[in-house]
Structure formats: structure tokens, C-alpha cells
């Protein structure tokens, strides 16, 4: 089975600051790991994704993610924190060779204050 | 990435109804998903659409409840049946593409509301 966890249903930072948004994961074997974000009355848009190789990958909006094996992690992170960043979270996990269902998580809601 | 339309965007449907959602893709692509996220909650998987054949149910969700055509390779639709209040969530669509098979693009959801 595999499974997401987000510990956080809300985040809150300052405009400007970093922003950390927090994704544990549990697979059998190598995963897939994905971020997507939710704007209000809006379908989920692709922010990034590991696949393999570097641990840090690169998105859309100036994101990137973290991928660690030995904490099983894969936290979004942003340097500089923008208002309209303001969205709700998902991390998701595919298994690789495990078929194309992808197992999301309860996601976080980010708020980014002025 | 693909564009992915959904019709309708909204509906608001009387208990014991049904309706049928529609989801339009403007390239072929290999696999479409069906999710349901309901009220403040994550997306659940209800089934894979498949090309030619029937669609493949996540345990939880059956073919007379959801029954789902994919006609070709660009359309897929999802009639939710007999609905109940508790059947009141979004329904979104997914796709792999065929050039970027690993990564599900999201058609902008169906907001349903049943009374």
C-alpha cells in the first residue's frame, strides 16, 4: 500500500519569507513523487514532480522539493513567499512499475500574509 | 501539457437524479483517471478509464453507481446515479499524455451539489 502524509492543514508566512510546506510518504518500493496546487474554485495544476535522479527538483512559480530517501520526505519549498502563492497544497505518490494510481495527500492550506 | 475541459462546470441536481460529466482532452491521450474530492477533503481515485474496454473501479465505488465510457482516445464521461446529498463533491478528470507518461494533468473539476 502507499500512503501521504501532510502533518499540516494550514501554513502561515510573511510575504517575502520562506515557506515550507511538509510531505512524508510511505511505499513499498521507489516512488514517484508529485506537488500540485488548488486555487479556489479551480481543478489541481501540476507545480513538480521526482522521478529520479537530483534530489531537488525545480517547478513551476519559482518551487522547488526535496527529495529524501533516508527520511522519506519530500517537502515544497519556496525562498521568497508571494500572496498569491495563497493555495491549498497536495503532495501525491505514484509507485513506480506499481500501475498509474496516484495516492494524494489531505493537503495544506498556505496562507501568505502581507 | 494537455488542455483538459470538463462540462458542466457546476450543476446543482435534485436527490435520485443523475448526471453525466463530461471530460474533453485536446490531444490523445493514453490513460484518463476519474477523482472525487469531497467537501474540505483529499482527492480519492474513483476509476481508470480505459480505451475499448471497461473502466477499472478503486474499492469503494461500483460500475452502477459510476459508470464510465471512454469512447476514444480525447473523451471520457462519468455519470454519477441516483444521487444522494452525500454524492455533493467535486469530480475532476485526469490524464496521462501519451509524450509524458508518468505526470496526471487535472481538467478544472465538476462542482456538484445535490439537495
Known amino acids: 500500500a502507499q500512503s501521504v502524509a501532510q502533518p499540516e492543514d494550514q501554513v502561515n508566512v510573511a510575504e517575502g519569507n520562506p515557506l515550507t510546506v511538509k510531505c512524508t510518504y510511505s511505499?513499498?518500493?521507489?516512488?514517484?513523487l508529485f506537488w500540485y496546487v488548488q486555487y479556489p474554485n479551480r481543478g489541481l495544476q501540476f507545480l513538480l514532480k521526482y522521478i529520479t535522479g537530483d534530489n531537488l527538483v525545480k517547478g513551476s512559480y519559482g518551487f522547488e522539493a526535496e527529495f529524501n530517501k533516508s527520511q522519506t520526505s519530500f517537502h515544497l519549498k519556496k525562498p521568497s513567499a508571494l500572496v498569491s502563492d495563497s493555495a491549498l497544497y497536495f503532495c501525491?505518490?505514484?509507485?513506480?512499475?506499481?500501475?498509474?494510481?496516484?495516492?494524494f495527500g489531505t493537503g495544506t492550506q498556505l496562507k501568505v500574509e502581507l | 501539457s494537455a488542455v483538459i475541459s470538463q462540462k458542466p462546470s457546476r450543476d446543482i441536481c435534485q436527490r435520485g437524479t443523475s448526471l453525466t460529466i463530461q471530460c474533453q482532452v485536446d490531444?490523445?491521450?493514453?490513460?484518463m483517471f476519474w477523482y472525487r474530492q469531497q467537501p474540505g477533503q483529499s482527492l480519492t481515485l474513483i476509476a481508470t478509464?480505459?480505451?475499448?474496454?471497461?473502466?477499472?473501479?478503486e474499492s469503494g465505488f461500483v460500475i452502477d453507481k459510476f459508470p464510465i465510457s471512454r469512447p476514444n482516445l480525447t473523451f471520457s464521461t462519468l455519470t454519477v446515479s441516483n444521487m444522494s446529498p452525500e454524492d455533493s463533491s467535486i469530480y475532476l478528470c485526469?490524464?496521462?499524455?501519451?509524450?509524458?507518461?508518468?505526470?496526471?494533468?487535472f481538467g478544472p473539476g465538476t462542482r456538484l451539489t445535490v439537495l
Open positions: 485526469s490524464v496521462e499524455s501519451q509524450g509524458v507518461t508518468d505526470t496526471q494533468y
Open positions: 511505499v513499498s518500493g521507489n516512488p514517484y
Open positions: 501525491a505518490v505514484k509507485l513506480t512499475g506499481g500501475g498509474n494510481k496516484l495516492t
Open positions: 478509464a480505459n480505451q475499448g474496454s471497461e473502466a477499472t473501479y
Open positions: 490531444s490523445q491521450v493514453t490513460m
